[in-house]
């Protein structure tokens, strides 16, 4: 079992900077692809960004790419999302999740998912 708990969020401008963090417990953390997805209300959630377990391979959605970054610190057990020049359409709950199957963009392939936190962006 992996625990996530993702923290960060608020409120914040266009324009503006925010980073999300998600520390994760139990499992060896550095075995676990790692994702941010989000869900605005009324839509599906969507994939935003993953890393993988191992090196510093990542993967973004088009419409983040160029303004969000995922990282990890494996020391420490945790992913963050840092979201650079955000805009209103970014405003969502956000999630992280872990999957020990696959390096993937697909939400059903993670197996852990968080709480989520809120992100709003005012115009």
């Known amino acids: 079992q992996v625990q996530l708990v993702e923290s960060g969020g608020g409120l914040v401008q266009a324009g503006g900077s925010l980073r999300l963090s998600c520390a994760a417990s139990?499992?060896?953390?550095?075995?676990?692809?790692m994702g941010w997805f989000r869900q605005a209300p009324g839509k599906e959630r969507e994939f935003v960004a993953t890393?993988?377990?191992?090196?510093?391979?990542?993967y973004y959605a088009d419409s983040v790419k160029g303004r969000f970054t995922i990282s990890r610190d494996n020391a420490k057990n945790t992913v963050y999302l840092q979201m650079n020049s955000v805009k209103p359409e970014d405003t969502a709950v956000y999630y992280c999740?872990?999957?020990?199957?696959?390096?993937?963009?697909?939400?059903?392939?993670?197996?852990?998912w968080g709480q989520g936190t809120q992100v709003t962006v005012s115009s």
């Open positions: 890393i993988r377990w191992i090196g510093t391979s990542t």
């Open positions: 999740a872990a999957s020990s199957r696959a390096w993937s963009i697909t939400l059903d392939d993670y197996d852990y």
């Open positions: 139990g499992r060896t953390f550095s075995g676990y692809n």
